[in-house]
Structure formats: structure tokens, C-alpha cells
């Protein structure tokens, strides 16, 4: 069970090993990638709190300081979001399984990116980086994106305006978001949309921007299902290599919320 | 991906465009969002996109994933506000180039890469010469794998077994879904990717199933 109490499922991932290939060590690249964290609406909130509170001063202009909004966390995915990236040179996409209902050695060749592949990384990440870009200068949008998962701190009050019941928070940035991905044609996926909240999970963390105006605090910490996953993995006598590398992913994030 | 994140500088520009213009913002969103699709969907930019999508003529697998994608719009958006990535809409109507010497988009930050393009080359045109090698090898270790999965299953533990039967599963679910082309067998294989003179040109990867967390079922 997970913290909203539904029923969790191991989530399997198929891997090509582009390492075993060489088609990694056949890659040149020229660039590295660098992502946000948990700690992103914490960030932004600082900013929200810095001008509010000082006000700043662009050009010739100056702006005075202003009323600290209420903070929200929205949460949006893309579905397959690897795949759906077209690849140049598809005949390194190619894969193979053994087919257990066959018996026999089965083929496959993507039309986008393997997840495995180190270019992958960088060519997949061009298109959601773009598109935060994009809502951020049309949009005044506070996103960013952790590879597909977006991120967007939106001021509670100015989406509220303009809401209805069946289309909450219309016209915030996270709606802006969603829309300039339909006119591309890479549309948002609707089940792990998450509408804004004070309080939200994002990679596992949850982030509590309730008191981001009131207490300019932000709470991040971990939930009990990432704790108790984690302390149930180390009371057992043996853990195999794949599981350790989960384990110390999660650990890793903890370091990261201080918890 | 292990330095420090900053956050972009639009992020801090747009919080302070949401405390100097407040609610007014909303419908100065929605009024934005309008006027760019209707001229999204105008009919000079769907003639324009299935124009650039025809004088490109990518191979099958770009023209299945672009069909859907309105590559004029997304050209035009990237030079209406300066963006740094103008080759993004040229890759998405070609092919996003995966192998070799992947060129610097100019949208991360720089990183110098150990070997010179001289001695990348080199590396590059060995690896390619065991093309023919390599597919042997992955039958061979997939085959092994497989046997293994199999003898375990027998005395009970059916854990690797299953897992390969998922990894089936999830791969044959990616044909209808529009992301593959349907499995081949090993002849269909060659013949797909071997030459005039007889030399693979394709360079497989095995597939592996790995445990990613939970998810709601």
C-alpha cells in the first residue's frame, strides 16, 4: 500500500545495455547534464520570499516590495517519453530478448531513444527543457523538469480566479505548461497529473509549501513509504547488487531533504 | 550530473513577473495560449509542417514518431523568444543523432570529452568491426540466461523466469503502441541491416528487466 492507501505493484523497466554493446563507448558527446532536486520548490520559494520581502530593482526600474502569495506544487509526466524521441541512426536501436513463448531469439528495433543509451539522456531532455523554457517566458512559469517529471511552484491565489470544478487551477502555469505541449503535439500524460497543492510528493519527497508565506518555511521530507521501504530492505539478511543500487538511490535523496 | 544546480534565471524572472502582475496574469496566459493556437492549428501551419515533413523524408521510424508533432509551430517557437536550442526542431523532423560524435547543443553545459575526434574515430571504426561478433555473443548470452532462468524455475525459484517473461511483454506492447517495429528473427534481422557486400550495419543491445520501485496497480 502507498501513503493514499492503493495497492503498489513492482515496477519493472526494460534496460538496454549499451554498455555490453559498446555502442556507449562508440559516443562522443560534448555536453553533461545537470538536474534539479527535490529541494526545487524550496528554491523557489526563497526567491518568492527575497523580492516579496525586498523588492528589486530591474534596469531603471524599481519595484517595491509586495504581498508574499501562497505557494503550490503542481506535478506533470510524459508518457514514454524516451521512445517517442525520433533517432537518427535507428539501426542502433535495435534490441534482442530471448522469447521465453517462442524459444528462440527475438529482434526488435525502436523508433526512438533505448533507455540505456548516454546520448539518450541529453536528446530527450532537449524537448522538456525546451518546453519549460517556453511556458517560463510565456507563461511565467516557476518549472523545471527532473528528466520527464515537471515541477511548477504556482502562486495559489492568481490560478484560483479563473477556476472551475471540473478544470481546477485554469489558466496557471501549470495549465500553460500543458497547453504548449498539446499545440507541439507531445501531450502531457493525464494520469500522473498531479494538480497544484500546498502539499505534494515530487521524486519521492514530499514538499509542504504551507507555511512558504505565512513562516517563509518549507518542509521536505520523505515519505513513510520510501522509509519503511527502506528500512524493511535492511533488516533482510542478504540484499542483491540491484537492490543495494535502489537502496542507496533512496538514501541518496534522504541526504538530499537532510532527513 | 553530479554539479551543483542552479536555477535558471528565467525561473527567478518569472516569480518576479507573478509578484509585480499578480492575478492579472491569468488572463494574460489565456489570452497567449489563444492567439497561439489558433495559430498553430491555422491551416498555413499545418500546410507548412506537412511540407517540411515531406522535403525531409526521414526514414520510417522519424516520419512514425514526427507524424503527430507540429514541427513548423515548434521551429517557430524556439526564435520568437531566442531560445539556445535552434537545432531542435531540425532533429525532430530528422532524427535526433545517437552515436559517433553527437553534437554539442549548446543547451547543457560543456564537458571536454578524453579523446581527441582523431582517436574517437579509431575507436569507433574498431567497435564497428565487431558488428558481426557482438550478435553472435548476445545469442550466446542470452541463450545462457535464459537456461539459467529455466533451472532455477525448476527448482522453485521462478523470480529470473518471470522477469524475462515480463521483459517480453512489455517489449511486444511497445509494437501497437506505435514506439517499435515488430520483432524479427535472425534472418529477418540480417537481412534488414547487412549491406551489398555483407557487413552488418547494426549494432543490437540486450534487454534487461530491472525493478524500478513500486507503482499504484
Known sequence: MDDDGETLIDKIRDIDDARISSTNAATR???????????????????FVRFAQDGWQDDQDLFPLSVMPELQLGLDDIWASYRRVPSRENNFCAIIIFSVSLQDWRWFVAYGHNFGLTSAVLNFNRMHEALCVLSRVFGASCCDHFFDDYMDIIPAIYSILFSDSNRQHVNSSQWCLDELHTLIGMCLEPKKHKHSASVNVALGVEADLSEAASLEKVSLKPTSGRTDFILDSLRKAEVPPRMAATILGKLYLLLATGS | MGKEYRLPPDVTAAAKVNLRVGAVLSSQRSTGITKRRTFANSLVMQSMDAELKDRANPPENVRRLHKGVNVAFLGLLPHAIRGVDQSLPHNMLHGFPIIHDVPDSGVYRATDHPLTLD????????????????????????RHKYDAAMAASLKG???????????????????PQGLCAPGLDDTEFRDKFTNDIGDLQARPMPRHGVFQGKKVG
Open chain 1, 29 to 47: 558527446l560534448h555536453e553533461s547534464l545537470v538536474t534539479p532536486n527535490c529541494e526545487f520548490s524550496a528554491r523557489v520559494a526563497d526567491e
Open chain 2, 119 to 142: 582517436e574517437f574515430c579509431d575507436v569507433y571504426d574498431a567497435i564497428m568491426l565487431t558488428n558481426e561478433e557482438l550478435m553472435e555473443e548476445l545469442k550466446r548470452r542470452m
Open chain 2, 157 to 175: 525459484d521462478s523470480r529470473a523466469l518471470d522477469l524475462m517473461k515480463e521483459v517480453e511483454r512489455l517489449t511486444l506492447l511497445e509494437v
